[in-house]
């Protein structure tokens, strides 16, 4: 079992910055692929990025790439998403999830674990 806590969620101007956090318990979390989905209310939950066990690899939706890094420390079970050059799009509802499988990870419906969410908005 891996429980996952998000922090870091706030209320940023247009252009502005966040740094979200999900941190784990539970057991070997370098074991895990980590991703940061997110949601609007009555829209489904897409993906934003991805990070393998050991970060070797990392995985970027097209609307964040070059804006948003997605990095952990398996020393502090935390994987963080540093958020550049905030939009209005960007607002939501941001969640981390874990799974064992790389294949896949753009899927929400793969993961076995889910942190309860942040919320992010940004004003212009």
Known sequence: QVQLVESGGGL???GGSL???CEASGRAFST???A???QDPGMEREFVAAISQRGQSTSYAEHVKGRFTISRDNA???VYLQ????KPEDTAAYY???RVTWYGHYDASGYDYWGQGTQVTVSS
């Open 12 to 14: 940023v101007q247009a």
């Open 19 to 21: 740094r979200l956090s």
């Open 32 to 34: 895990y692929i980590v």
């Open 36 to 38: 940061w989905f997110r």
């Open 76 to 78: 502090k079970n935390t």
């Open 83 to 86: 958020m550049n050059s905030l």
């Open 96 to 98: 981390c999830a874990a």
